[in-house]
């Protein structure tokens, strides 16, 4: 069975695969990178002032942790893909991903948190939580293509998420489990979004 990270990378990759296939004759295409965060992102134009693209985030993290006490290590992995689409409002945009834009979106994420601990005793404890988030948001924004096809943009607008906590399960040393279930809990919240990248357009 295929996890949700696999499924997710999948799917970013196919929107890139599709986008080019839609019009590759064209060939107005911009990759860009975002340098506060682990996102990379793709466009492609469908017409003279709308793009498709796809966004996607992968962040893992691996702590170590040791005292004198105890040894322990926490592992953290948050995945998303989000799709957009954009409009561009320049009526000279001719066919390129410029201009200033209003791009609605949906974004899916999954978070996943593995710690291992031992205690004084040398009973070791190993936990695992796992949750997903679905959001959706639009975003006014701004992109630059130099004459050397770099591009630089910026955006600024707003998202709502919700959060589903999925199932704590730990499992202990000598054999037993415990599991707690957060049955229909979930944080809904609405966040200001700040974009900021660089990239190239071919």
Known sequence: ?????????????LSIFLA???GASAQKNSLQIRPFTTKISFEHMVTPNISVGATGKIFPVFL??????DKGSFRYN?????PEVRFY???????????FYLAPFIKMGLVRVKTTTRSN?????KAKFKGSSFSSGFVFGWQWITHKKFTIGTSLGWAYTRFNLGDLKVTYSDGT???ETFDNARLEY??????????YAF
Do not use: H, Q
């Open 177 to 179: 489990t415990e599991t």
């Open 64 to 69: 170590n942790l040791e005292s004198d006490n």
């Open 78 to 82: 948050n995945f998303s893909v989000a």
């Open 20 to 22: 080019i296939t839609i």
């Open 190 to 199: 609405g966040l200001p979004v700040f974009r900021f990248s660089l990239g």
């Open 89 to 99: 409002l320049s009526k000279k945009n001719e066919n390129r991903p410029e201009g």
């Open 121 to 125: 005793s040398d009973l070791e404890e």
């Open 1 to 13: 069975m295929k996890t949700i990270n696999e499924i997710l990378l999948k799917t970013l990759i």
